[in-house]
Structure formats: C-alpha cells, structure tokens
C-alpha cells in the first residue's frame, strides 16, 4: 500500500485496529481505508465497497508434522480447526468441513497457530501467505506442515484481497485503482513481491 499511496500522492498512516472492529472503524470514519488482507465478498458488499483486487492466494490447511492428512472435508472428519474470527476462512471450513469435531474461532491468527503448535487444535485454516510465514518461523518449522490448498469456492472465497473504503468515497477508490494500476504496469508491484515471494500473488 505504501508504493500505491507514494503513486497516488496519497499521505497515508497504518493505523492498527482489531479485526472484528474493523469494518465498524471504517464506516464510522475512524480510518478511510482497509489494507488488511480483506477478501472481496459480497456479504461485505453490502456494508462497504472495494478497490480492484492487489492479490490473490490461495486458502491452506496446515497441520502437526506427525499425522499425514490432506485438506478435503473427508480428511478433516472429526478433527478441531482453528480459524480467525470474522474472516471468508470462518464462513469456509463451517460451510465445507461440517464433519469437523469443531470449528474454533480466535481473535488472532497468531493465537490460532500458538494453539495449533500447542497440541490443542488438529489443524488450522487460513491464507496461505499467512501460514506460509508461520511455518517459516521457529516455532513453525518445529511443528507443523502445509497439508494442502482447500477447494475453490469464489461465492465464500471471493475474487483476491482487495482495499476496503467507504461507498461513497468513490474519488478514494478510483485513487487506490489508479495506483494498482500503475505499480503493476511499471514494475514496482513485481519488484515489491519477489522481496517475500518466490510465486506470482496477483492470481489469475
């Protein structure tokens, strides 16, 4: 967001707030942009509008090292998965892993992991950028493994991440699109990425 803000001309400061408050602090004017790795979806159409999509990643399940297990509905029969409160990974293992032992939802995702690598969860379901930094850690690498990429689902999915603003700050989103645009056809989007990817983020 920094190299859209330095395109636009934009004076832009993160400004940190909780997850499930976060849609509130925008509607209320508390911050004028969401930059949290929000799914596009419909269901939040309603409440607020997007920019054009910055990326799109697939949606993974990770697990301890020691049990072998895929991410398909049938392979998570009976088992508890963690998810972020409030996120399209929430509506997406309730919707699709209903063979699930439980669906446990945590304010963090941090918290979500600690529980996963302390034995109290059997796997944990979330963004694979996410997770894939999780593992890359100590405590990561010591107990867990990828277990696989969940099946598409682009009606709970969504299209990518994209930046959240109020309805009527259309002048904003035009701004912010204008900016995605720009990073992207000039090369500071991919200069951007490959610093912490080593695979295309955008999606199809």
């Known amino acids: 967001i920094d190299a859209v803000c330095a395109e636009e001309k934009l004076d832009c400061v993160i400004t940190p707030v909780a997850w499930d408050g976060i849609i509130p602090a925008l509607t209320t004017k508390k911050i004028d942009l969401i930059v ?12 607020i509008d997007f920019s054009d999509k910055y990326y799109n990643t697939p949606t993974a399940i990770i697990g301890p090292k020691d049990q072998k297990f895929g991410a398909t509905p049938d392979d ?6 963690g998810v972020q409160v409030s996120t399209v990974h929430a509506v997406y293992a309730k ?5 699930a032992q439980e669906i446990k939802e945590y304010q963090t995702q941090d918290e979500a992991n600690n529980d996963l ?13 996410a997770l894939g930094e999780f593992l890359k850690t100590d405590q990561g690498k010591a107990c867990c493994d990828l277990k696989g990429m969940v099946a598409p689902d682009d009606e709970v999915l969504g299209p990518g991440v994209g930046a959240g603003v109020r309805k009527e700050d259309t002048a904003l989103k035009e701004k912010i699109n204008a900016g995605i645009k720009a990073i992207r056809a000039n090369g500071k989007y991919d200069e951007i990425s490959k610093k912490y990817f080593d695979f295309d983020i955008y999606g199809g």
């Open 36 to 47: 949290s790795s929000m799914s596009i979806t419909d269901e939040r159409k309603k409440t």
């Open 117 to 129: 690598a302390a034995g109290r969860l059997d796997a944990v379901q979330a963004d694979s950028i």
């Open 95 to 99: 919707k699709h892993f209903t063979g």
């Open 76 to 81: 998570l029969k009976g088992k508890v998965i």
